[in-house]
């Protein structure tokens, strides 16, 4: 089965990957999981981070931070920017998201 790069499911119910645009092009607020190909070449799911740089210490990948990595990010990086934004939702909103992700996660892996 084919898959994006990466694949990222907000909290609207929506969802953007690496085969709708490029990561400057994906929304970047209300975030919930992100799934993505690692260097290693695993599908790795991700959720509950505050923010994700994209290609940070590595190429074309998605790095979770927090606060201080996000600030490290933004002042010592030489290159553009893009973060995205993790959010909070209602435990029954977030297990609804989750639950698609990590379905989508499985038929994919």
């Known amino acids: 089965m084919v898959r994006p790069d ?22 970047a607020v209300g975030v ?15 959720a509950k981070r505050d923010y994700w740089c994209w290609g940070w210490r ?16 933004l002042f010592h990086y030489d290159n553009w920017r893009m973060v995205l934004y993790g959010r909070w939702a209602s435990n029954e909103q977030y297990q609804k998201i989750m639950d698609k992700a990590t379905k989508y996660w499985k038929d994919h892996t």
């Open 6 to 27: 990466w694949i990222i499911f907000y909290d609207d119910d929506t969802t953007f990957s690496s085969d709708d645009g490029s990561p400057g092009e994906a929304p």
């Open 32 to 46: 919930l999981v992100l799934i993505q190909e690692n260097a290693n070449g695993n599908w790795v799911l991700e």
């Open 58 to 73: 590595t190429t074309n990948e998605w790095v979770a931070v927090d606060v201080a990595g996000l600030q490290d990010y």
